[in-house]
């Protein structure tokens, strides 16, 4: 159906590997559902970054009316995003940002503050020798760059705790393993590991279990999925000490996709909310956060019904119609 008031968009996603990717998805796509005029494809580049470039470029040759995308990597998606807007598409940047401003709009959390909130969680709660180690993610994306360096700005305010040593992982578990390892080995006085996202902070805890060190280390992760093996129930199980919430922002990015195409105001930099999430409050917002989506679930389950019924309706109508020729 490519009639006039469909609105087109594409969301080029970098990775579908992981529950924090699918729940972005899955609710934009959800979004979608609720807005009949909307044709929402999302193109999964598999974490590749040249697969990524021609997502966009398909996009572009397709006009569709709005592209979002959550680039792998700041540099390599630059190029098509500004020549994307060249064009006259808008572009919406989620999650992950490219290495210039040229984007119509930014959509996530500040990461920087992500960063900050860490650190100034780890600094009042810091009761032994004030001994981090940090797991970045892939230093190539903006996030770990944003976390890092609001890590760091807070930490520097506060000499009783010191980073020993940084890991450089790439936002997976397995990356991080081996070099910890060997860090924990020469120097097991760790007093936090603050990882950059939940899954490498899991791969540190098992690491540190291999040796031992598991109830020695408190271990503070982000994204705080309401999951399976997400933030939230390893908090609860104790095995973060807290996790930092890292908001989907699926349903957004599409809402602002409309209005930007419907040519209403907008601010270029739309902040989502985050909070950091322990033993004290980890089971009310893990009640919230279910919530939501038992209500997404079934808004959906509504809309399919609702579909179904249109289309028996469309058919009983067309056979009346034909009927009535004769
Ligand atoms: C998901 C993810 C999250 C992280 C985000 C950073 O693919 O790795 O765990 O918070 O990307 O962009």
């Not at 807070?154 to 040593?165: C, D, F, N, T």
């Not at 973060?240 to 349903?251: D, K, R, S, V, W």
Request: aromatic content about 6%.
């Amino acid at each position: 159906d490519d009639n006039a008031a469909t609105v087109k968009i594409g969301f080029s996603q970098g990775m579908n590997t992981d529950d924090w990717r699918r729940q972005l998805n899955k609710s934009m796509v959800i979004e979608a559902s609720l807005h009949p005029e909307v044709q929402l494809e999302i193109k999964d580049a598999n974490n590749n970054v040249q697969q990524q470039v021609k997502d966009i470029e398909k996009f572009i040759d397709r006009g569709v009316d709005v592209i979002i995308v959550s680039p792998i990597e700041a540099k390599p998606l630059t190029a098509v995003v500004e020549k994307s807007i060249k064009k006259g598409i808008p572009v919406i940047v989620v999650d992950r940002k490219i290495d210039s401003e040229g984007y119509t709009a930014y959509i996530g959390a500040d990461n920087i503050e992500v960063g900050r909130i860490a650190a100034k969680y780890i600094v009042s709660n810091s009761t032994v020798n004030g001994k981090i180690i940090e797991i970045t993610g892939l230093k190539t994306s903006s996030p770990a760059y944003e976390r890092g360096l609001g890590f760091s700005q807070i930490l520097k305010q506060h000499p009783q705790v010191k980073l020993i040593a940084t890991i450089n992982g790439n936002w997976e578990s397995g990356s991080v393993k081996v070099q910890l390892k060997k860090l924990l080995q020469n120097d097991p006085d760790i007093e936090f590991i603050f990882a950059q996202n939940d899954r490498m902070a899991l791969g540190a805890w098992e690491t540190a279990k291999e040796l031992g060190l598991e109830n020695k280390i408190k271990f503070v992760g982000v994204d705080a999925l309401s999951t399976q093996n997400g933030g939230i129930e390893l908090v609860k199980k104790g095995v973060l000490q807290a996790t930092i919430l890292y908001p989907t922002g699926g349903n957004e990015a599409l809402r602002l996709a409309l209005k930007i195409y419907n040519k209403e105001p907008i601010t270029k930099n739309n902040l989502l909310n985050t909070i950091v999430i322990d033993k004290i409050n980890a089971e009310i917002i893990e009640n919230q956060l279910d919530k939501v989506d038992q209500q997404q679930t079934v808004i959906k389950q509504q809309l399919d019904a609702i579909s179904v019924q249109e289309q028996e309706y469309a058919s009983q109508h067309s056979l009346v119609r034909l009927l009535t020729l004769f």
